[in-house]
């Protein structure tokens, strides 16, 4: 099976508790290598660039708040299936519901700081990955 990409972010509530590298360590050993990353503070303008897709969701406007009120790591993550594999290991949206031993049932607060982001598909996961990285920054 091909190697594949997928864009992951670790969210302001994870990076204000200093946990970055708890969940950096639970995507290591999933399988995931992190092959770019970097820390950033986005704008709100660029939370809702990234999440043009929420645009009409009720959500959208604290969850842009919340993503641009402390820094963000922003990562590239590869592995054969790393869509998927980011997914499992992430668990569902709201933290309360995940299964356990998933990042966000461990670390998560709430369904909006719910400490991580992974890309949902392929075609998404390369829109993604191209917000964020220019081509040489992403080293396999
Ligand atoms: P994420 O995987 O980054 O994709 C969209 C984000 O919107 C999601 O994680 C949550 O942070 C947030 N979100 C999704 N659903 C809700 C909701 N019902 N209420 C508040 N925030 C939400």
Do not use: W
């Amino acid at each position: 099976m091909p190697l594949e990409r997928t864009l992951s972010i670790i969210k302001p509530d994870a990076t204000k508790r200093n946990i970055t590298g708890k969940i950096n360590a639970k995507l290591e050993e999933a399988g995931l290598r992190i092959v770019a990353q970097k820390r950033i503070r986005m704008t709100k303008a660029q939370a809702e660039g990234f999440y043009a897709v929420h645009e009409a969701r009720p959500f959208f406007n604290d969850l842009c708040n919340a993503m641009s009120s402390a820094p963000v790591v922003v990562q590239v993550l590869e592995s054969e299936n790393a869509i998927a594999k980011n997914r499992e290991i992430m668990g569902s949206t709201n933290p309360a519901t995940a299964d356990a031993g998933t990042i966000r049932k461990e670390f998560g607060v709430n369904i909006q700081d719910n400490s991580v982001h992974g890309s949902d598909s392929l075609e998404n996961a390369k829109i993604e990955i191209a917000y964020f990285f220019r081509p040489e920054e992403i080293v396999g």
